[in-house]
């Protein structure tokens, strides 16, 4: 099933939403909403992030 990921803020919620369609790609999309948001600011952060191992 797909599992959805949303935050507001510092609070996160996680559910499956449906079965995945024979013929739907299963990757991964994040969305983000927000006022004057800096695309590439955004991208950076992500690419950059650093995970503890």
């Not at 499956?16 to 004057?36: A, S």
Request: hydrophobic share 40%.
């Amino acid at each position: 099933m797909r599992l959805v990921l949303q935050g507001v803020g510092n609070r996160f919620d996680t559910f499956y939403d449906r079965l995945w369609q024979l013929d739907e790609p299963k990757q991964t999309r994040l969305v983000f909403i927000g006022h004057n948001l800096n695309r590439h600011i955004v991208e950076q952060a992500i690419l950059n992030h650093k995970t503890l191992a």
